[in-house]
């Protein structure tokens, strides 16, 4: 597997475990996503508003938007699990469509990430890896704090090997996608 076909996998994980987590937190009541919890950020709608701000930013910063830092700066957290879902599954697409459209050489590409008193020069390989590690750290955080609620956490790491199919048979055909769709390059 080359470096790019292991980004366009993970990038296609990241919305599968995003699809299964916000479909365990839709049983949630608005009152359990906002409820106080320990954490780094102090509830799951914090947490979960905090990974799609940041992959908004990231996104933005990869793809050359001179508004990142704009982007970032104006905005505004869902306070219920449905409209986070359904902003979060947008950002995502559009990120494995980014993923899909580099070739091994633009993970060396330079990326300017405005960070309001400086710029942060980055190649891209590097960003995007700091993205999913980012997205992974936080979903994970999530998870525990969904352990404190009457919702079962959700198995978040079936994506990644190919020989786990049936595992993800449902999440796949939610997400109208095949199982070639997730193991590309």
């Given at each position: 597997?080359?470096?790019?076909g ?11 475990a995003?699809h ?6 839709a049983?949630?009541s ?12 102090p ?5 979960a508003?905090h ?51 580099l070739?091994?050489?633009?993970l ?20 995007l ?9 936080h ?10 609620t009457?919702?079962?956490?959700p ?9 786990e199919?049936?595992?993800r048979?449902?999440d796949?055909q939610?997400?109208g ?8 390059g």
């Amino acid at each position: 597997m080359t470096l790019i076909g292991h980004l366009r996998t993970t990038a296609r994980a990241n919305r599968l475990a995003n699809h299964r987590l916000h479909g365990a937190m839709a049983g949630l009541s608005a009152a359990d996503f906002q409820a106080p919890r320990t954490s780094f950020f102090p509830s799951l709608a914090a947490t979960a508003n905090h990974i799609l701000a940041v992959d908004i930013y990231y996104l933005a910063a990869l793809r050359g938007e001179a508004d990142m830092a704009a982007q970032y700066l104006r905005f505004a957290p869902c306070a219920d699990v449905p409209r986070l879902a359904a902003r979060q599954r947008a950002i995502d697409e559009r990120l494995i469509r980014h993923v899909e459209g580099l070739g091994e050489a633009d993970l060396d590409a330079e990326i300017a990430m405005d960070r309001g008193d400086r710029i942060q020069i980055d190649r891209a390989g590097h960003v995007l890896a700091h993205l999913f590690n980012h997205q992974v750290h936080h979903r994970g955080q999530l998870h525990a704090m969904l352990a404190g609620t009457a919702i079962a956490p959700p198995q978040l790491d079936e994506f990644l090997m190919p020989s786990e199919a049936a595992l993800r048979a449902a999440d796949l055909q939610a997400l109208g996608w095949r199982e070639a769709d997730l193991f590309v390059g």
